[in-house]
DNA sequence: TCACTAATGCGACGGCTGTTGCATTAAGAT
DNA sequence: ATCTTAATGCAACAGCCGTCGCATTAGTGA
């Protein structure tokens, strides 16, 4: 993210017309999803021509992947409560919201994501990124000696988020703000337990 | 499944137009993945009309929808090893299998579930029984003593397999077998220590 | 064997999607 | 102010998708 956007002519106009594209685009599938997502609905929303969407952003999948990259918070990082429990049941709140919103953009760029391969990327390269950052609480702990060093930190935040996922998207199944606190928790106790060693 | 095909004549041909129909979709499948599954390419490879496919299985999602339920193994139930850690490992390793094979039918399904609602429910439907299946694993755990009463079986089976699916349909990074074995047994020592339970 | 009719084959159509060539507008430089 | 040219607007087009009305084929029962 934050690619220097080095347009040969980045002036007013253009910048316009991106914004009330992607507005457009936030709007569109707020009300119809993302099967209702199409390139004719966000031009006549945003009152830009159909050619322009298509030449500067190809795909739907694309206005999808380009309002990922735009609503990107740079400055993410998981919350530090002082335990690795209380880190990781702040962090499966966090999946749990943005999974379980209606609606949820999550979702629609899960969907683009089986679509292209583009979109794919974009995802895999966002959670790539967001998991790196969420291993730090694991890192912390083991600083704290809350954890033994011989942990794998990435696998722990795996074992917490990976249920929420699971439920909610591929299972499509109801997943209370309980249980997805109980998965942190199930997580954190694993790790203290020394279960989670790359070497175990 | 076993939805007694009460058709008002299943006679002959019918059957064989659906059995060319199936298999014409699974060879598009394997040679063009998901994405190149459409219903012209099916009615020209079957030798039967379009307009047919589109009569009987309405969309690409229903082809897929009918061969899933065509190729179900009505008759499965996870392995008995003998321990609860043995047998969460042979189902990861299922899992596992499922989810690399390349093609992968289960990937195509699942990306499938995305557009169409009826893909959906195939799909979601498909798992809850497999899960409630899976249960047994934890059941005869219970049983043998293995694992307290208080244990969720439902929750012991998810979290050995989301890491899988997680992993491998969603981050779309690869897993190692070793790795699916480490999630099941992580699982395993989880449920044994009583962190597993639903009032703990 | 013969009628009955469900299932399939056939051709054509309307709608939507994405592309292309050309005209027009407006940002940036002199 | 004027020029240059990137970015956008515009209209028309080809291709694909799904549907419809009607003709034909082939199970099913008499």
Redesign the pocket.
């Given at each position: 993210m934050t690619t220097g956007e080095r347009?040969?002519?980045?002036?007013?106009?253009?910048a316009r017309?991106?914004s009330d594209v992607l507005a457009a685009v936030e709007a569109e599938l707020a009300e119809h999803g993302y099967d209702g997502l199409?390139?004719?609905a966000v031009a006549a929303r945003s009152?830009?021509?159909?050619?322009?969407v298509?030449?500067?952003w190809?795909?739907?999948a694309g206005l999808l992947v380009d309002l990922l990259q735009a609503g990107l918070d740079d400055s993410w990082e998981p919350a530090d409560t002082g335990t690795l429990e209380g880190d990781l049941v702040a962090l499966n709140r966090e999946v749990h919201e943005a999974l379980t919103a209606r609606p949820s953009v999550t979702q629609a760029v899960i969907a683009a994501s089986f679509r292209t391969p583009e979109a794919a990327d974009a995802l895999t390269a966002f959670w790539v990124d967001r998991y790196r950052r969420s291993a730090d609480v694991v890192r912390r702990a083991v600083v704290r000696g809350e954890v033994d060093e011989s942990i794998d930190p990435h696998e722990v935040v795996m074992t917490a988020t990976a249920p929420l996922y699971h439920q909610l998207v591929l299972l499509r199944q109801p997943l209370s703000e309980a249980a997805a606190d109980r998965y942190a928790r199930a997580a954190a106790a694993s790790a203290r337990s020394g279960l989670g060693s790359t070497h175990a």
């Open positions: 347009a040969s002519r980045p002036g007013g106009r253009t017309v991106r199409t390139v004719d009152g830009v021509h159909r050619t322009t298509y030449r500067r190809k795909t739907v």
